[in-house]
């Protein structure tokens, strides 16, 4: 297993091509820049954590290929057990970092792609599946962070791939030869892009046979010649660049995952490390299953990062002298329960997991796709009611520049200090976070991230099982289900 600083260092050995605000990054130090150092620490905590003695059943297990001591965010999911472990681990570092640590992506594109691909094989007599467990064979061994890398920019909505004016807006296959394939095109709001050393490519959906050269899985390093990553931009980000840390709330770790556009231009990939080229007929499979293991996690890292804003909150109130109003304690009470409402969603869709033909669990689809839709709606009446407690001053707070200011600091020290026993100036900070924390990208994250509601909603009519609801209500009612079967 990498340590956290050995994980650092391999970031620095990448020749990696970042531009952010128009302006190329030298790929060295890229880590190091203020907009993308925080996302970094985040990611970093995956790998400290795991040689934290009172962490090492949650952040670590055994590769079921070779049988050593492996990262758990490299692992497949052998039990329902493990699928429990993965959201108790989330919950446990979102509690730390306060945001995304990123590295559930890839780790998730590849339980999926391990199912899949044995999957496929046995009904297309393909030879995928030994080449994927070779690629994670090898990513466990070097304990990489991988970005697992779906979303296409999808051009107008209304068309299949093949239907685009421009046939790039769907990363597909341009050319195969002997050696390998060639992709182009690009994809979209990639978490961790930048901190990670590979990428896994996975279709965006489902599609038919016009559309196979878009059915591509494969596996390659962020740094492939002719690849160009473009980050991107996220509310009051300036302060990260022009301000100190109290304004930026959660200086050390960020808000949400630091998201990139990544485009490829014709870059090769040996067949070696492609798992689907033109299986149309598994790319649904595989968006799906991806899908639903990364729904299932929002319970667990925004139940985390839900406990930080309860907590932030509370503290705010506190200050201020207000903590012991009812209708204080009631907010919170009510955030508590939104908060364990997310948890159990992840809880149950883990504890009902089943073995996949390849031997790895799966979730329960549908209590999966139930977690994330509770999270597009819950988040925002948590982070609403922070901001009830929180007050109009999260809107209005002075800077930290102004609180150090030797002219007006003695202004801000004096009229922002609420109970005595704090600091102003730890008012201000626990403010800032509440404010940060509440916001911006973090709101926008927890309705798209993992895929937008609608995306949810689609599964139930297909999961849920309604025929099977309406003829057992119309057993009930006496009514005989035969009858009508037929008519239908
Ligand atoms: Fe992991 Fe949550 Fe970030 Fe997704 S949003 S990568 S599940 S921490
Ligand atoms: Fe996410």
């Known amino acids: ?78 039990s329902t057990d493990d699928l429990l472990k993965k959201v108790r681990m989330q919950r446990m570092i979102s509690q730390k970092t306060g945001t995304c640590y990123q590295r559930c992506v890839g780790w998730d594109a590849a339980n999926a792609t391990y199912s899949v691909t044995f999957e496929m094989d046995k009904a297309l007599g393909t ?105 991107g931009r996220q509310t009051n980000d300036n302060r990260k660049q022009y301000d100190g840390e109290i304004d930026q709330g959660n200086a050390k770790y960020g808000v949400v995952g630091g998201e990139c556009l990544t485009v490829f231009e014709d870059v090769f990939v ?31 890292c925004k139940g985390g990062v839900s406990d930080i804003v309860i907590g932030a909150a509370a503290v705010v109130a506190d200050m201020g002298g207000y903590a012991k109003a009812a209708h204080i304690k009631d907010k919170l009470n009510e955030m508590i329960h939104l908060t364990e409402t997310l948890w159990a969603c992840s809880v149950a869709c883990s504890a009902e997991g089943k073995p996949t033909a390849a031997g790895n669990y799966y979730v329960d689809p549908l209590l999966a796709n139930v977690g994330k839709h509770n999270v597009t709606k ?51 900070r626990m403010v800032r976070l509440v404010e940060v924390m509440t916001g911006g990208v973090a709101l926008v994250e927890s309705m798209h991230g993992a895929g937008s509601p609608q995306a949810q909603k689609v599964m ?22 035969d009858k009508y079967a037929a008519k239908k």
């Not at 080449?131 to 090898?138: G, H």
């Not at 970005?147 to 296409?152: E, R, S």
């Not at 046939?167 to 990639?190: C, E, N, Q």
């Open 460 to 481: 139930y009519s297909k999961l849920s099982g309604l025929e099977a609801k309406k003829r057992a209500a119309m057993l009930i009612a006496g009514v005989d289900p």
């Open 378 to 428: 819950l988040i925002y009446d948590i982070d609403r009611l922070a901001q009830d407690i929180g007050g109009g001053i999260l809107a209005t707070l002075p800077s930290e520049a102004d609180l150090r200011s030797p002219v007006i600091g003695k202004y801000v020290e004096k009229f922002l200090k609420g109970v005595s026993a704090y600091s102003t100036e730890d008012r201000m």
């Open 270 to 300: 040996p067949w070696e490390n492609v798992f689907m080229c033109g299986e149309y007929q598994y790319s649904g499979m595989l968006v799906e299953r991806f899908a639903c293991y990364h729904r299932q996690n929002y319970g667990g």
């Open 1 to 78: 297993m990498k340590t956290g600083q050995e994980y650092r260092d391999s970031l620095r050995e990448r020749n990696m091509t970042v531009y952010f605000k128009g302006e190329l990054l030298d790929s060295k130090t890229l880590i190091d820049h203020p907009f993308i150092k925080g996302h970094v620490n985040s990611a970093a905590m995956t790998y400290e954590l795991a040689f934290d003695p009172q962490y090492e059943d949650l952040m670590t297990t055994t590769s079921s290929f070779t049988g050593k001591k492996i990262n758990r965010f490299t692992c497949l999911h052998m």
């Open 127 to 231: 030879d995928y599946h030994k080449r994927f467990v070779d690629f994670l064979t090898k990513w466990q061994e070097e304990d990489w962070m991988v970005d697992g890398a779906m979303t296409d920019p999808k051009g107008d909505r209304s068309k299949r791939p093949c239907d685009q004016d421009d046939p790039d807006l769907f990363v597909h296959v341009s050319k195969k030869d002997d050696k390998g394939i060639y992709l182009r095109g690009a994809k979209m709001h990639m978490t961790g892009m930048v901190n990670s050393n590979y990428m896994l490519v996975m279709p965006t959906s489902g599609y038919d046979e016009e559309n196979a050269d878009y059915a591509v899985c494969c596996g390659l390093p962020v740094d492939a010649e002719g690849i160009t990553h473009i980050f």
